[in-house]
């Protein structure tokens, strides 16, 4: 009996060091300033549009026309934030494995420009492509869609 209580009181105190061990001042964590990720609502559900940033992108849809199948095609959407606060783009998705994209993971300040990178790999693909590139950001709406088009044809029917 007295060894199960030993046992139990070591068992105990293991879990508590762990669960000890595991928590974090805030300050490890935060590479990124809390003021630029804010609620826009107000208590009536109207959107307060002066404390959110926004995008202003040059182009929204890039066809790269007739490409030859293997070929790897990148496009760069450019775009501004014409907001009063900090852009954070928190993810980019694509609808395909066949397209990656790269995006700025540092906040975009009002005024300033960034990029999504979009690069398309043809290689198994033919005919027609539509693939869309989903931007998730602190903005409202919370998510933008680019667009990137290619005809693939094979090297003979160039």
């Known amino acids: 009996m007295r ?3 030993i046992i139990y009181i ?3 105190a293991a879990l508590i060091g762990l669960d000890l061990s595991g928590c974090k001042s805030p300050d490890e964590n935060s590479n990124i300033s809390t ?3 804010q609620n826009p609502n107000t208590a009536e559900g109207k ?3 002066t404390m959110l940033p926004e995008f202003q992108f ?3 849809e890039h066809d790269f026309g007739k490409i030859i199948e293997g070929e790897i095609v990148t ?3 450019k775009f501004t934030n014409v907001g009063k606060v900090d852009l954070l783009i ?3 998705s694509t609808s395909c494995g066949c397209t990656v994209s790269k995006f700025p993971k540092d906040p975009i300040r009002p005024g ?4 999504v990178e979009a690069t398309f790999n043809s290689e198994g693909r033919g005919g027609f492509q539509n693939k869309t590139i989903t931007v998730v950001a602190n903005t409202q709406p919370n998510h933008r869609t680019l667009r990137i088009k290619a005809q693939v044809v094979t090297p003979e029917s160039k």
């Open 3 to 5: 060894q199960n209580l």
């Open 10 to 12: 070591l068992l105990s």
């Open 35 to 37: 003021h630029i990720v």
């Open 47 to 49: 959107i307060d549009k």
């Open 58 to 60: 040059n182009m929204e």
């Open 75 to 77: 496009y760069a959407f």
């Open 90 to 92: 928190s993810s980019v």
């Open 112 to 115: 300033e420009e960034g990029y």
